[in-house]
């Protein structure tokens, strides 16, 4: 059937909703995004279809990503007047006994993390009383009261971890397309763009410029008009983009076409990463139903509008984040930028104007035009509005996405959604905006995460990476390996970039293996300053955030390592050894047993003894002592 108004949708809805909220069966949800496919989802996905194909009461579906990407595999399990309970570690040999334990009632499971109130609830505003609050468990918490959940609002993940991707019907039945329809039948161009300005949604891609200013100034321009989606993720730790694109590929569809109405375009192309296969697939198959329904291609819902969506895909060039050279891949061209004095809105992809935003930005949309501009931009803080998904890795409990409203603590972040640092260790810094990002330590946990705070102690919003350090954690060597990647993603085209980052790259590889000289640190902030000034695009100009931000609060470290040649983190081989402190070794032997060199030596119950020339600095027995007594120095 091809869709052509607002009753056709809901009467799509209306029949999907039954298996969405309560179905007659119990329905399985596998969390099938990359992280859960990693942990073992698809095999636990294969071995309960294989026991349970679907004629016995039980239904085995996939989903997306829930966020605690540390807990996965996740599963969730409903049916019609049952709770909906969330299993985690459901892997292979789990999976038949957690659903066996489903079907007979018995919720007092190991692997049971939460029961999950119906996430219709998640875009309500009441929260003292949401949908399908009756269903408790005695003793069983609601997903949304642990801490990693508790302070979240779901608008860019809304349907991530709760609709099939692959089923345009669900996501139908989570209110999906009904904005496009809204803006196709009842909206002019200029009342789109408003709402969207109105909402104060800036770029969630990195450089957070005004989402509706750019639509209105491409909409200004004459010529052959394009809508492009960045997918092309290149930030180390960061997978933002690729969860909604595994879990909610419709919500992009439906953002683009939107925009496609308020620039008065036809045409829009996806440009992805090649390293992303889950991802496309399940775009290409939302694309495909999109085209079957008619909410794709020409005449769209009977009207006289046209868009057509194409994908294309990038090398996994890091610079190709940025329009231009973005722009010059889709076009087959080397993935180059250009000086910007002509901006891609006025002539971009093929010359003609051109809007680009990523993902999330995209995804944002159709809950803008549902919920209306004022209800997005009551959240978040005065110069950034709404929510932002960040990627919650390295040195945490729990690792995983957040979406949290502009404005809260990086402290609330890392400490209650994270869980803090494992292993009692201490925080040391978090470092916000891929490797073109600053670190930021203890002293700014308070400070509320927006673009301009991020951008008044050094560092940047980004795409959404958040990286957290401990107290092992070396910020020379953080700067370097940062600085490392960025090398070799420069395209080279500006010599600021490509020698500057080099020669920066030189002198922290020579702190780093004893070699650092007094006046180091000087040049660097002055070869900083000027890659920042001169370089072409933005990759250069952000480029000496990690080493400048680690100079500006960690100069001892920077200190210690060239002057007296100390790495007190003990991640610089040349600049440290490893020692037994006799007087709190107990002769445990666990240090011993587990050195892979046989450099330590000593009787049971006698303080050991380590050779500095066996040992080769791997950590293995500063790790695995349970008294301290292997020490740094």
């Given at each position: 059937m091809k869709i052509q108004s607002l009753n056709d949708l809901?009467?799509?809805?209306?029949?999907?909703g039954k298996d969405l909220y309560s179905p007659d069966f119990i329905k399985?949800?596998?969390?099938?995004?990359?992280?859960?496919?990693?942990?073992?989802?698809?095999?636990?996905?294969?071995?309960?279809?294989?026991?349970?194909?679907?004629?016995?009461?039980?239904?085995?579906?996939?989903?997306?990503?829930?966020?605690?990407?540390?807990?996965?595999?996740?599963?969730?399990?409903?049916?019609?007047?049952?709770?909906?309970?969330?299993?985690?570690?459901?892997?292979?040999?789990?999976?038949?006994?957690?659903?066996?334990?489903?079907?007979t009632g018995d919720f007092?499971?190991?692997?049971?993390?939460?029961?999950?109130?119906?996430?219709?609830?998640?875009?309500?505003?009441?929260?003292?009383?949401?949908?399908?609050?009756?269903?408790?468990?005695?003793?069983?918490?609601?997903?949304?009261?642990?801490?990693?959940y508790r302070g979240q609002k779901k608008i860019a993940l809304r349907n991530c971890g709760f609709i099939d991707p692959d089923r345009i019907e669900e996501y139908v039945a989570r209110g999906g397309y009904a904005a496009f329809l809204k803006a196709l039948h009842h909206m002019e161009p200029q009342e789109i763009i408003a709402a969207v300005k109105a909402s104060g949604l800036r770029g969630r891609g990195g450089g957070g410029f005004p989402t509706g200013v750019k639509w209105e100034t491409c909409r200004r321009h004459e010529g052959e008009r394009y809508v492009i989606c960045n997918a092309?993720?290149?930030?180390?730790?960061?997978?933002?983009?690729?969860?909604?694109?595994?879990?909610?590929?419709?919500?992009?569809?439906?953002?683009?076409?939107?925009?496609?109405?308020?620039?008065?375009?036809?045409?829009?192309?996806?440009?992805?990463?090649?390293?992303?296969?889950?991802?496309?697939?399940?775009?290409?198959?939302a694309i495909r139903a999109a085209e079957k329904y008619g909410l794709v291609g020409e005449n769209i819902a009977g009207s006289s509008y046209s868009f057509h969506i194409k994908i294309s895909t990038g090398a996994g060039a890091f610079v190709c984040g940025e329009s231009t050279a973005l722009m010059a891949s889709l076009e087959g061209k080397v993935g180059r930028p250009r000086a910007k004095y002509i901006h891609t809105v006025e002539r971009g992809f093929k010359g003609g104007p051109s809007n680009l935003n990523n993902v999330e930005t995209y995804a944002n949309v159709p809950v803008i035009l549902s919920k209306g501009?004022?209800?997005?931009?009551?959240?978040?803080?005065?110069?950034?509005?709404?929510?932002?998904?960040?990627?919650?890795?390295?040195?945490?409990?729990?690792?995983?996405?957040?979406?949290?409203?502009?404005?809260?603590?990086?402290?609330?972040?890392?400490?209650?959604?994270?869980?803090?640092?494992?292993?009692?260790?201490?925080?040391?810094?978090?470092?916000?905006?891929?490797?073109?990002?600053?670190?930021?330590?203890?002293?700014f946990l308070d400070l509320p995460v927006d673009f301009d705070a991020l951008v008044k102690v050094g560092s940047i919003m980004g795409s959404g990476g958040m990286i957290v350090m401990d107290e092992d954690t070396c910020m020379v060597d953080v700067a370097r390996y940062f600085l490392d990647f960025l090398k070799n993603e420069s395209c080279g085209q500006c010599t600021p970039c490509r020698e500057g980052i080099?020669?920066?790259?030189?002198?922290?590889?020579?702190?780093?293996?004893?070699?650092?000289?007094?006046?180091?640190i000087q040049l660097l902030e002055e070869l900083g300053d000027m890659i920042r000034k001169f370089?072409?695009?933005?990759?250069?100009?952000?480029?000496?955030?990690?080493?400048?931000?680690?100079?500006?609060?960690?100069?001892?470290?920077?200190?210690?390592?060239?002057?007296?040649?100390?790495?007190?983190?003990?991640?610089?081989?040349?600049?440290?050894?490893?020692?037994?402190d006799e007087e709190a070794c107990t002769g445990c032997r666990l240090c011993a047993l587990k050195c892979p060199q046989g450099a330590i030596a000593g009787e049971k119950r006698q303080a050991h003894r380590l050779d500095q020339d066996k040992c080769i600095k791997c950590g293995i027995c500063y790790e695995a002592c349970k008294f301290n007594a292997v020490v740094i120095r």
């Amino acid at each position: 059937m091809k869709i052509q108004s607002l009753n056709d949708l809901e009467e799509i809805g209306r029949e999907s909703g039954k298996d969405l909220y309560s179905p007659d069966f119990i329905k399985v949800n596998v969390g099938m995004a990359s992280c859960g496919i990693a942990a073992g989802a698809k095999a636990a996905f294969e071995e309960a279809s294989r026991a349970f194909p679907g004629n016995d009461g039980v239904r085995i579906c996939q989903t997306g990503c829930l966020g605690l990407c540390e807990e996965e595999p996740l599963v969730e399990m409903f049916a019609k007047d049952r709770p909906r309970v969330i299993y985690r570690h459901i892997t292979e040999d789990k999976v038949l006994e957690a659903v066996e334990s489903y079907r007979t009632g018995d919720f007092t499971g190991p692997w049971i993390l939460g029961q999950l109130r119906d996430p219709r609830s998640l875009l309500e505003e009441d929260k003292e009383n949401p949908i399908g609050s009756e269903n408790i468990l005695e003793g069983v918490p609601y997903l949304e009261d642990l801490p990693f959940y508790r302070g979240q609002k779901k608008i860019a993940l809304r349907n991530c971890g709760f609709i099939d991707p692959d089923r345009i019907e669900e996501y139908v039945a989570r209110g999906g397309y009904a904005a496009f329809l809204k803006a196709l039948h009842h909206m002019e161009p200029q009342e789109i763009i408003a709402a969207v300005k109105a909402s104060g949604l800036r770029g969630r891609g990195g450089g957070g410029f005004p989402t509706g200013v750019k639509w209105e100034t491409c909409r200004r321009h004459e010529g052959e008009r394009y809508v492009i989606c960045n997918a092309d993720e290149g930030d180390p730790g960061a997978y933002m983009d690729r969860s909604i694109l595994e879990g909610d590929p419709h919500s992009i569809l439906e953002g683009m076409l939107i925009a496609g109405l308020a620039v008065g375009s036809r045409q829009g192309l996806i440009y992805w990463r090649h390293d992303y296969p889950v991802a496309v697939r399940r775009l290409v198959t939302a694309i495909r139903a999109a085209e079957k329904y008619g909410l794709v291609g020409e005449n769209i819902a009977g009207s006289s509008y046209s868009f057509h969506i194409k994908i294309s895909t990038g090398a996994g060039a890091f610079v190709c984040g940025e329009s231009t050279a973005l722009m010059a891949s889709l076009e087959g061209k080397v993935g180059r930028p250009r000086a910007k004095y002509i901006h891609t809105v006025e002539r971009g992809f093929k010359g003609g104007p051109s809007n680009l935003n990523n993902v999330e930005t995209y995804a944002n949309v159709p809950v803008i035009l549902s919920k209306g501009a004022a209800w997005y931009a009551g959240m978040g803080t005065e110069g950034s509005k709404g929510t932002k998904v960040f990627s919650l890795v390295g040195k945490v409990k729990n690792t995983g996405l957040v979406e949290v409203p502009m404005g809260m603590s990086l402290e609330e972040i890392v400490f209650t959604m994270g869980g803090g640092i494992p292993g009692k260790k201490a925080f040391k810094a978090v470092q916000t905006g891929g490797p073109s990002g600053g670190c930021i330590p203890e002293q700014f946990l308070d400070l509320p995460v927006d673009f301009d705070a991020l951008v008044k102690v050094g560092s940047i919003m980004g795409s959404g990476g958040m990286i957290v350090m401990d107290e092992d954690t070396c910020m020379v060597d953080v700067a370097r390996y940062f600085l490392d990647f960025l090398k070799n993603e420069s395209c080279g085209q500006c010599t600021p970039c490509r020698e500057g980052i080099k020669q920066m790259l030189e002198i922290l590889a020579d702190i780093c293996e004893g070699r650092g000289r007094e006046g180091d640190i000087q040049l660097l902030e002055e070869l900083g300053d000027m890659i920042r000034k001169f370089s072409l695009c933005g990759l250069g100009t952000s480029a000496p955030n990690p080493v400048l931000t680690t100079i500006r609060y960690f100069r001892d470290e920077y200190e210690a390592h060239i002057r007296d040649k100390k790495c007190t983190a003990g991640v610089c081989k040349a600049l440290f050894h490893y020692e037994i402190d006799e007087e709190a070794c107990t002769g445990c032997r666990l240090c011993a047993l587990k050195c892979p060199q046989g450099a330590i030596a000593g009787e049971k119950r006698q303080a050991h003894r380590l050779d500095q020339d066996k040992c080769i600095k791997c950590g293995i027995c500063y790790e695995a002592c349970k008294f301290n007594a292997v020490v740094i120095r």
